[in-house]
């Protein structure tokens, strides 16, 4: 029998007597069991978090702190364990599994610093006024299937260092090294203060609803976060709301192919192509678009797509079943619509695990599916531009506006047109780099509101204003 996972909540290890099958999207095997949580459970975690708030509310930013940094310690300490887990159940290979978890622990460590000072408006003879951040106070988190452990640990130790407590959804299809973790820190963090319950999809809307939770902080699709700003509207919850991408590369003639191809095609395929900033859209300058693509697709052919625990694995299956499909209709659609393929886009869907070829097409039009929408896997769309005016308006000609890059031997042109681009962050010749005190969020239908830093930070918070009038005499 699959192992099976607990919950933790109150501090404690708990069961629900319903279980949730979990697969590995390498063999679609059952490789663990978590419990199935429904209104009686939620109602019993957010009670918890409500009471615990009562007294982590009035702790100080060292308690605070030696908390979030004994949370990277347990992760840290069991890296080993903890990345051949995330493997099995998200599908990454080993080498990017680790630098989840390594990230995980150092970002963790990282925010645990931030500290939210008090702002002094006035002092003199007349009156003091100041302004102060307080604690939300409950925080619903909902946490997607790419980057399971990541995700997880923003919204947690974020809303902790706030003086928040929190109740935290992982994705039914990754729920296992969060839970992992949730039982290597039940006994160092204070009951109540982080609870992790598990359930499927419809347990999302119960946590959006709940009258006791006072904000949402969620990452995944556009069409799931119009639905949680929707629900949250009720009571009008407080949100976060970390969403899709398009994010368009843009790749100037003075680059040079052979130093960009490799650092383009991880840009892309890095986690199967399943990351929200991942490029999406690659615009190469005609001058240099057939050397360029043909690096790109000669290094493309070194990567050995497979099963992500097997040595020398560089691209692992789709997460899951649902989202495979997807990539399968949008590649079947550029065949349909008689697009050219450089590599891949044959799939063969009748074999054990969610495997997309490595695929890249050859310039198709703006308005191609593969284009215009998010594949959120390995797909990538090679489109040629002539003038820099005509790329940044295609580039900006989308719904979405979560991030983007620039490549280019001039980086002061790459600064002219990175601030062009109507996106949360752009990259000059790099990409995927996020700092923990950089506040990350999106634009457009990409989001609402901000992870990261010290603009993340407050998101788990109200500004409270005091005013002490100090001359008053009374009558």
């Not at 946490?143 to 992982?170: D, E, R, S, Y």
């Not at 929408?373 to 990538?380: D, H, L, R, S």
Request: with cysteine.
């Amino acid at each position: 029998m699959a192992a099976r996972y607990k919950n933790l909540i109150d501090g404690e290890m708990v069961e629900t007597g319903a279980w949730l099958d979990v697969l590995n999207p390498a063999n679609e095997q059952v490789i663990g069991q978590v419990p199935v949580c429904g209104p009686s459970e939620l109602d019993r975690a957010v009670a918890a978090a409500r009471r615990a708030f009562k007294s982590w509310k009035k702790t100080t930013f060292e308690e605070r702190q030696a908390t979030c940094l004994a949370i990277s310690k347990a992760i840290k300490d069991n890296a080993d364990e903890l990345f051949r887990l995330l493997t099995s159940e998200q599908g990454k290979p080993h080498e990017q599994a680790r630098y989840e978890i390594n990230g995980a622990a150092g970002l963790a460590a990282a925010q645990s610093g931030l500290k939210l000072e008090e702002e002094i408006i006035e002092d003199s003879d007349v009156r003091l006024h100041r302004s102060r951040r307080v604690p939300v106070g409950v925080v619903g988190g909902i946490v997607p299937w790419n980057f399971p452990v990541m995700m997880a640990i923003q919204k947690i130790v974020p809303a902790l260092m706030a003086g928040c407590t929190i109740v935290l959804k992982p994705s039914p299809f990754t729920p296992l090294t969060t839970l992992r973790i949730a039982e290597l820190i039940a006994g160092t963090v204070p009951p109540g203060t982080v609870n992790i319950i598990t359930g499927e999809d419809s347990l999302g809307p119960l946590i959006t609803s709940h009258p006791d939770i006072d904000k949402i902080t969620f990452t995944g699709s556009t069409a799931t976060g119009k639905k949680i700003m929707e629900g949250a509207s009720a009571d009008l919850k407080r949100i976060t709301l970390e969403l899709g991408g398009n994010d368009a590369s843009i790749v100037l003639p003075d680059a040079d192919p052979k130093k960009v191809a490799e650092q383009l095609f991880w840009s892309s395929f890095s986690n199967a192509g399943q990351i929200c900033v991942a490029a999406k859209r690659i615009y190469i300058h005609e001058d240099i678009y057939d050397e360029l693509s043909q690096a790109i697709v000669d290094y493309a052919r070194s990567v050995k797509v497979g099963d992500g625990s097997q040595q020398g694995t560089g691209v692992g299956p789709i997460q899951n079943k649902k989202q495979f499909e997807r990539v399968c209709e949008l590649i079947q659609d550029a065949r349909d619509n008689g697009y050219k393929f450089l590599l891949g886009g044959d799939v063969d869907p009748s074999g054990s695990g969610y495997y997309v070829p490595i695929t890249i097409l050859d310039n198709p039009p703006e308005d191609a599916r593969i284009v215009a929408e998010e594949q959120f896997g390995p797909v990538m769309p090679l489109m040629k531009f002539s003038s820099e005016d005509e790329v940044i308006n295609r580039a900006n000609n989308s719904d979405y506006g979560l991030a983007g890059a620039v490549w280019t031997g001039n980086p002061d042109k790459g600064v002219e047109i990175a601030e062009q681009l109507e996106t949360g962050t752009v990259w000059i010749n790099e990409y995927l780099h996020l700092s923990p005190m950089a506040p990350f969020g999106g634009h457009k239908q990409s989001g609402f509101g901000a992870e990261y830093g010290l603009e993340g930070l407050k998101e788990f918070t109200y500004p409270q204003v005091i005013t002490l009038k100090r001359d008053f005499t009374p009558a």
